[in-house]
């Protein structure tokens, strides 16, 4: 069956999210893996949405993180700071994020291009709940287009904590231990983070994708695993249902 | 001149600063009581008025706003609206998950200064070049939070202390650019960031329901409006309705925001659009492009703030039009008809 990136993307994300977790999603393509995840693979994955919204029954894709879809057959209408204390206390195993710069480390830059704080060249909007997230949730994912510009170890601002300088460094900061990225599922590859050095390692190549074409669009050396495989393509019922359930309208899957 | 209410003010302390950002609202708990003791109505009146007299008295130019809701969900856009037409200046903003507030503020160029969570964007519907402009070309003095750690700095406003100890922002330019402090714990010795108590001058909500004495309810999530409520000295509350006193006695288990928080209460239907109202009517995704799009030509964005805003007298004539009754009951049907 015929696939674009961002549905070979999504489905690859939504096999990552096992039944009885919960996850904080956002807008867009990880709304779009927890519903596919929840209707294929996981029915009790529990979703969270920052603004307050609880285990929905998504009819669907919010437009918006606090939107009445967020909480649409809900288990709970509550508060952000109720889904923040869950994510502070530990209760959250997933998140997703994405913005405009990632360095080998997983740190993400969803603040603002340029070199002066004070006359930013571009301002974007900042964490939002990002930095909480990736501070609190034990494991952090990120969907992401894959080019130089955007993995790049010249990042502008650390607006949310990856593994900042490498192993040690988020528990030296005083960030709750055992938490932090965990996979990186790009248009390219699947990636992971090194044990020992908390970088950036290709764990999984998409059909017909090499890893010349891979370095090419990092702008920052790989680490690679040692028994690199090659990525599982959507399933044609993920395909299926991705397209006739999840997102009929095309907004995220249409945007390739 | 913006006053910096910062660690740096004060000498007594063994702190330094871990951010380099400025705390644009005093944290101190004990001026909070002193204000709250004075200025908080305990007497049980009505306070409905309208959303002219509402912004004129308690709105002053250089006051510090903190907007309920979710940046294009549950927002009191009537009174955004009249801040613009009465000129408002220099205002200061928690920038809390705003979207189409802060676009609708940065039209006016009605702030000068911002704690900026999530600012300028719309979330998936794009970036608000006005907003942009307000940081990009220097007009607005920001210090950096999450989301989280504004919704922390209203809760320890609301529990009457002047900060609160948490655990994001480290190691980040977040923190840097931020106001916390670093700051040990004195039972496990490990790291936290203290995070100053934020008073608001003004908090502004949209709620579903309201009587005369502005005894609030909200339907579905709550946002950090029930913090924002405690934390303001001033609170102005918009309802979808007035109900009798009667109702809100009836169901006092819905009641969030109890009246001696309230200081005024407008009524204004379909007072959260263009923004979704949980319950009652979605958003509108047509009329938030048109403002996106405007703001790409300094002409076009003049053109619609004149059609929308200063042309009109009030939210009601605003309503007729972007298409009356007719429009608002279609974005009425696709909140409530989502599965036919």
Known sequence: MEYNQMELMISLASRYLEDDSVVVVGTGAPCAAAMLAQRLYSPKLMILFEAGGMGPMLPSMPISVGDSRTFYKGLAASSMLDIMEACQRGMVDYTF???????????????????????????????????????????????????????????????SPGYLTGLGAREEAGLPPGSGPYKVITNLCIIGFDEETKQMKVESMHPGVSKVKVEKNTGFPLLWADNLIESEPPRPNELKILREEVDPYLYVIGRD | MVKDYGLKQLKNTKYSPTGSGMVFCDPDADKAREYFQKQKPRKMTDKTTTIKEAVSNQINDGDYLGVGGFGSNRIPTAVLHEILRQGKKNLGLSGHTMTHDFQILSAGECFDRCDAAYVVGLEARGLSKSARKMFEEGKVKATEWTNASLAWRYKAAAMGVSFLPVRCMKGTNTEDYSAGVEMECPFTGKKYLAVPALFPDAGIIHVHRADVYGNSQIDGITVSDNDLARASKKLIITTEQLVPNEYIRRHPDKTSIPYYLVDTVIEVPFGSYPGNMPYKYFSDEEHLKEWLNAETNPETLKALLNRFIYSVSDFQEYLSKIGGTKRLAELRQQEVLVEK
């Open chain 1, 97 to 159: 994020l994405g913005g405009a710069q990632i360095d080998r480390y997983g740190n993400i830059n969803s603040t603002m291009i340029g070199s002066e704080y004070s006359s930013p060249k571009v301002r974007f909007p900042g964490s939002g709940g990002a930095n909480d997230l990736a501070s609190f949730c034990w494991k952090t994912m990120m969907i992401t287009p894959q080019d130089p510009q955007r993995f790049t170890d010249n990042i502008d601002f650390i607006t």
